[in-house]
């Protein structure tokens, strides 16, 4: 068996098809899209294309479109540019947001609410309506979360605030940060009513360095990077078009029957680990969950351990988020859900993708069960 | 004859064998460097060695280079971050600044002088003594202009700086913006003397979406973009490894020899223009002057015009710098050096580079004489 990847909410390989029609932006077609001659052009053109596709995949205007570098600085130019300028600006939020939105947050002036998500791990809409102040500037909920894959009713919440809005003279900016969501969900920004949503090129098959913010048309923000004025000034400097390009084209790709392909793959895994392997328990609500998202506690097992050992078998799969699993503190989110810090370590998530075959799904469960006991009978427990 | 390419300052191809030892990353190495599990530290491995070569190339230690998505967010880090939590800051800087350098400093809250560079393009270091307040945070001068290519004596104005701190408790701090300078010029930062240095990826045939921010160590930085710990907190998010490795892999290929190849063929060049068209004019010092870059003024022929005709002709030039070709209102760059209003319009920007033939020179100086004629009568001058 080659090496199996099952991280894919950390990041994703650059689909084939993708990768061949973006290459020839590094050697050839290498124009700066701010020159006026033909090879400047060559790259309007391109970056148009790109934009366009965006707009399509979201159901918004391509002027609304903001090609960003990545998910983070997304994330910091939509809740820094929404913030600035704002008195005693109050935000509402969830406790199991990405690091992208709460570092934000918590670097900023601004009083915040964190919503509970209970044992579910997902938020009640009903806790937004009651969190919104006079003085609540901006609402950010991510769409799916990166940890347990659970999904936030976007869409409800949506329609709460604006109903909210008809009230009030200063609106409320709603942001969603839906870099787990866009290969599996719905993600048409007027069904979501969202005014901002970050989205991440590669973790849908397409490169590193190409990010979108979506920014519904009027919505009050400032720029916090400074320089030329691409991308209507909010992401200045010449753009990565290889990058951009390339999240275009990844966007075409994304078809709605991967999704039960996927969920099928995943249903194996939870069914299998909860029914063979004693004393394990997922991690997040089943139902309202992404298609390719297991994260579970095996009792006894370290996280680090179990990630270790599979890693050993050529098997990738991670203890938390990527960006968190450096870091030896308890995920936030797991504790966030009820678990105890112990238990927090202890979590293990499989995210699946485009190319998981079932061959590697077996040999997963295979492997898995004996590292379990051998992990156990060292723990002790 | 095919196409050519005569804009090199704006951004350049990326180099062929570069290209093929980073497009690996697209569907093999993919891994996000924050995994832990073999795909990860994959890339962990190729980013280290990314900062070894950037580090090598500055003379400067691995742990003091910040990888960056581009110059304009390297120097939004570094304006930004050094003038942040300090209390009416001054900045001292050129009239001659690239717009990623006069921006951030124009919404920032810091006073700011702007020396002046005389009809030669280039500031007196004397200027910059003068020009020191008590309160002075920040020195932040070019190394080399994207526009004219005239070159600033940075290492006699980091000697000033340097002396200036020693008697003083709050250090100024010394940035230059070197984009233009690092395929051509010494880069030392201890020879430079400097604290913060940018460079760029795509000027340098390295891929888009790769630039570094040289932080000399104890530089007191607050950083401006928040999420994971990435790259010290300074630029939290994924790392795109693909262009990082790229700018490392472009900065070993950068070889002396090429400039002397290049300024012959610049030579040839400006003294074709001045000898052969009348009332022509080379914009900025020709000594003090990058090895490639080529300004001029063509009196009765129109900047845009020219570029357009050239075109027309698949020669690719520039009027100004790209990030300013979009823009109707005249070079900041070349105001300041005297140029009348007319006359900072009619302006015409030739940058060579690696791959810049004897042919494609021969080819120009065949085209450019009567392109020049034909504008001049239908200007009527």
Do not use: W
């Amino acid at each position: 068996m080659e090496k199996i990847y099952f991280d894919y909410a950390a990041t994703t390989p650059v689909d084939k098809g993708v990768a061949e029609k973006i290459t020839p932006f590094l050697e050839e077609k290498f124009g700066n899209p701010s020159s006026l001659h033909a090879f400047g052009q060559e790259a309007v053109f391109a970056l148009d294309r790109a934009r366009e596709s965006v707009a399509r995949f979201f159901g918004a205007k391509e002027r609304e479109i903001i090609f960003m570098p990545s998910a983070t600085v997304a994330n910091n130019v939509a809740i820094q540019g929404a913030l600035q300028k704002k008195e005693k600006p109050h935000v509402v939020t969830s406790a199991i947001e990405h690091k992208a939105v709460i570092e934000p947050l918590k670097n900023s002036s601004a009083e915040v609410t964190y919503l509970p998500v209970y044992k579910e791990g997902v938020i009640k809409e009903e806790d937004v309506k009651k969190a919104i102040k006079e003085n609540t500037v901006l609402v950010s909920i991510g769409y799916a979360n990166s940890e347990i894959g659970t999904i936030q009713p976007i869409g409800k919440i949506g329609k709460i605030i604006e109903k909210e809005n008809e009230k009030r003279r200063n609106k409320i900016i709603f942001h969603t940060d839906a870099v787990q969501a866009v290969n599996y969900l719905p993600c048409k920004v007027d069904k979501l009513k969202v005014d901002l949503l970050t989205m991440s090129g590669h973790k849908i098959y397409g490169p590193k360095g190409a990010a979108a913010l979506y920014v519904r048309e009027k919505t009050p923000m400032s720029p916090i990077l400074f320089g030329a004025s691409q991308e209507k000034g909010f992401y200045p400097g010449t753009e990565n078009v290889f990058a951009f390009a390339g999240l275009g084209f990844a966007l075409e790709e994304i078809k709605k029957n991967d999704s039960e392909e996927t969920k099928k793959l995943r249903d194996r895994i939870i069914d299998f680990v909860l029914k063979e392997i004693p004393e394990t328990k997922l991690n997040g609500e089943r139902e309202r969950r992404l298609p390719n998202n297991v994260n579970i506690t095996v009792e006894g097992a370290e996280g680090e351990s179990l990630m270790m050992a599979l890693d050993n078998e050529k098997i990738a799969v991670s203890t938390g988020s990527a960006c968190a699993s450096n870091s030896l503190s308890p995920s936030h989110v797991l504790l966030s859900i009820g678990l105890s810090r112990e238990r927090a370590h202890g979590s293990l998530r499989i995210t699946l993708g485009r190319y998981t075959t079932e061959e590697e799904v077996d040999y997963f469960l295979e492997k898995l069960p004996p590292i379990v006991e051998r992990l156990r009978k060292i723990s002790g427990k």
